[in-house]
C-alpha cells in the first residue's frame, strides 16, 4: 500500500471537477419598526446590477471567519468591533445545486445575522451599493438568493418561538415593550401587549430584572417601564407561539 506522503506527492487536484466555497449571509436587522435585510447591488459580473445577499468566496479562513469578514465588509464595521462581536451569526444551510453560479460550480453556505443598531451599509469590493430593505420588498435576488432569504426569514421567526434570539435584536438592557417590538417586525403579527408581558416573565431564563427603570415612561405614559437583560435559558419552556399557530393549535 501506498504511504500517505507519497499518495499526496503524486496528487493532482486537476483530476477532479473544479468547485469553489462561498459564504452568504442573511443580514437582519430593525430599523424604524420593520425587519430589514441587508442587500448588495452587485457591481460585477454575473447579474451585475441585481440586488444581492452579501457574500464571497472562502479565503484561507474559517467559514465563520468569511461571513463575519463579508458582514464587516458591508457594514462597515471593522473585524473585532464590538458592534460586531454582538452579532448573533449562525449557519443557517448548504446549497449547492449544479447551475446555481453560472461561472463554475459553486457550494454555498449561508448564515443567518441578528443585531440591533447596525449602521447605514458601505459597499465592499465587488459591490455597487449597500443598502437594508424592508424584507417584504426584497424580491428578485440574483443567484438563489431569494431562496436562502425566504428561508432564513423562516428560520428566525421560528427560532423565536422556541430561543431567546429575540434578545439578539435589542441592547444588553432592555423593556419588555422593546422586546415585544422585535417580535412583532419578525413575525409580522401584532401582540397583546398584557399577554405577552406576562408570557415572557413566566418562562424561566428567558429575561432577568436588572433592578433599573428606563430614563422615559412607558408607551402610554405612566410609571417608567422595568429594565431587563437576558437570561440564561438557550431554550424557551414553554415556547411563545405565534397568534396564528396558537389559533391553529386551538
Not at 36 to 54: D, I, K, N
Amino acid at each position: 500500500m501506498t504511504d500517505e506522503a507519497s499518495f499526496l506527492a503524486g496528487y493532482d487536484p486537476r483530476d477532479y471537477p473544479a468547485v469553489a466555497v462561498t459564504v452568504d449571509v442573511v443580514a437582519l436587522t430593525i430599523r424604524d419598526g420593520k425587519l430589514c435585510v441587508l442587500l448588495v447591488e452587485r457591481g460585477e459580473q454575473p447579474f451585475a446590477g441585481r440586488r444581492a445577499l452579501p457574500g464571497g468566496f472562502v479565503r484561507e479562513e474559517t467559514l465563520d471567519e468569511a461571513a463575519r469578514r463579508e458582514l464587516a465588509e458591508e457594514t462597515g464595521l471593522l473585524p473585532g468591533a464590538k458592534d460586531l462581536e454582538r452579532v448573533h451569526l449562525e449557519q443557517l444551510r448548504t446549497y449547492g445545486n449544479p447551475g446555481r453560479d453560472p461561472r463554475m460550480r459553486v457550494v454555498s453556505v449561508a448564515y443567518l445575522a441578528f443585531a440591533p443598531h447596525l449602521p447605514e451599509p458601505t459597499a465592499g469590493s465587488d459591490a455597487a451599493r449597500a443598502y437594508w430593505v424592508p424584507v417584504e420588498a426584497a424580491g428578485d435576488l440574483a443567484f438563489d438568493h431569494d431562496q436562502i432569504l425566504a428561508e432564513g426569514l423562516d428560520r428566525a421567526r421560528d427560532k423565536l418561538e422556541y430561543t431567546p434570539l429575540a434578545t439578539a435584536f435589542v441592547d444588553p438592557e432592555f423593556t419588555i415593550s422593546e422586546l415585544r417590538a422585535v417580535y412583532t417586525a419578525v413575525w409580522g403579527e401584532e401582540l397583546h401587549a398584557g399577554n405577552f408581558h406576562r408570557k415572557v416573565l413566566s418562562v424561566p431564563g428567558f429575561v432577568e430584572s436588572t433592578g433599573e427603570t428606563a430614563t422615559r415612561g412607558g408607551e402610554r405614559g405612566g410609571p417608567k417601564p422595568k429594565l431587563y437583560r437576558a437570561g440564561d435559558a438557550t431554550l424557551l419552556h414553554p415556547a411563545l407561539l405565534r397568534p396564528t399557530r396558537e389559533d391553529r393549535i386551538r
